[in-house]
């Protein structure tokens, strides 16, 4: 009899994003003239049109494929070499952080990386996330069986939850008990919080402490406008021999349909074998993007090239303008319906407390049904998340206006 991996049974629920969207096709089947009007501020897709960089370098690679002596078939797993040393060059070296070439992996999603990294670590790790957490960090672990089961608030044995809230700014306190790995995000999905040096350096300390390894997700990074605020772990000093960085091009050139990422696992960070001898963990990333990863294709990895040429960087810099442009006329508008809100400055996503007797999802529920504006309610981010929704900034100007004039006319 063939069997299956029992884990997955722990997760209960489906994944949050596919819930969002049955209720919203629900809510567009029951009332098809509202639904013309919905605006969805829900799920962190972008919605503008490629930079025109990465458009002309998509052209010419696909006419490369189309002759004999430019074709290309298979290509390096890890990435191809130039655009791992644009890479390297343009986000670290050239920022004063020593990252070479070939310590940077190019992939297709920072979310598969930072579920894909638990293959080359063991499964005794004690495992700490922030509450609220982007989900996949979780329930990647539970399909690995690194978890017991869930409680009633969807909590799950075997974690350490460290709790984000309006008293620490929605950044992570060090914890007191010891964790093997752990989870960051900055700028924070879904809070839109920051960790300063001091914050960041903190942790780089405690992982150093208790030879642990920090999982830093900065998917986001090219959206912090304050310079005092770190783009990188690799900033605070240590942080090389404690930290694995994952980046992605999905946000900061518009490539969540493009599918280009990377994640950069320095030569010096080590973890223990279960006799204790101290391994690099760069060469088991290398055998298993090389086992299990064919790599990207060539064109779209010419198009993230693209992005770091003059042309290219200038037009990320609109585009980075231009959702948090959003932010500002949506976190003006939330402000405007009376909710606290937070995030919205280094972050394109506002986070903002649901009236007082709401749940997450009944403020869901009214906003969508009243509004005709989708949000992500914040319990499926974790129990710190009850009593909050997310708001993106990834849309159209018109749109983020509108939502801005629809949310304070709300009758709570």
Request: net charge neutral; charged share 20%; hydrophobic share 40%.
């Amino acid at each position: 009899m063939a069997l299956l991996n029992d884990h997955y049974l722990k997760l209960k629920a489906g994944y949050l994003f596919p819930e969002i969207g049955r209720r919203v096709n629900l809510f567009c089947q029951n009332h098809p003239e509202a639904a013309k009007r919905l605006v969805r501020c829900g799920i962190g897709d972008v919605t503008e049109p490629l930079p025109p960089a990465a458009i002309s370098a998509l052209h010419q690679a696909v006419d490369e494929m189309s002759r004999r002596e430019t074709f290309r078939g298979y290509g390096p797993e890890q990435g191809y070499e130039f655009l791992r040393h644009a890479i390297a060059q343009n986000e670290f070296r050239d920022h004063g952080l020593d990252v070479a070439d070939d310590e940077v992996f190019v992939s297709d999603g920072s979310k598969c990386d930072c579920g894909n990294i638990l293959d080359i670590l063991g499964d005794k790790n004690k495992i700490a996330v922030m509450d609220p957490v982007y989900p996949v960090y979780v329930d990647t672990n539970v399909m690995a069986g690194h978890t017991g089961a869930a409680d009633e608030a969807g909590a799950f044995s075997g974690l350490i939850y460290l709790p984000c809230t309006v008293a620490n700014g929605f950044v992570a306190d060090v914890p007191r008990q010891k964790a093997d790995l752990v989870y960051l995000c900055f700028p924070n999905n879904p809070t839109g919080a920051v960790a300063s040096r001091e914050q960041l350096t903190r942790w780089v300390n405690y992982a150093l402490k208790h030879q642990a390894i920090l999982l830093y997700d900065a998917a986001y990074e090219a959206y912090i406008a304050d310079p005092a605020i770190p783009h990188s772990i690799f900033e605070i000093p240590g942080a090389r021999d404690c930290a694995i960085e994952f980046r992605s091009f999905s946000k900061q050139g518009g490539f969540t349909g493009v599918r280009c990422a990377y994640t950069v696992v320095p030569k010096s960070l080590a973890a223990a074998t279960r006799t204790g001898e101290r391994t690099s963990l760069h060469p088991l990333w290398l055998r298993r993007s090389t086992t299990k990863f064919n790599g990207v294709s060539y064109f779209v990895q010419r198009a993230a090239e693209a992005l770091f040429t003059p042309e290219g960087k200038a037009q990320v810099k609109e585009l980075i303008a231009h959702y948090m442009g959003n932010a500002r006329v949506l976190l003006a508008g939330a402000q405007a319906a009376g909710f606290a809100v937070y995030g919205g400055v280094n972050a394109p996503y506002i986070w903002a407390q649901a009236p007082a007797g709401f749940t997450s999802w009944q403020a869901f529920d009214k906003i969508l049904n009243e509004a005709n504006v989708v949000i992500t309610p914040g319990s499926g981010f974790g129990k710190n998340g009850e009593g909050y929704f997310r708001i993106s900034a990834f849309n159209s100007r018109a749109n983020a206006e509108e939502v801005a004039r629809r949310l304070p006319a709300l009758k709570w």
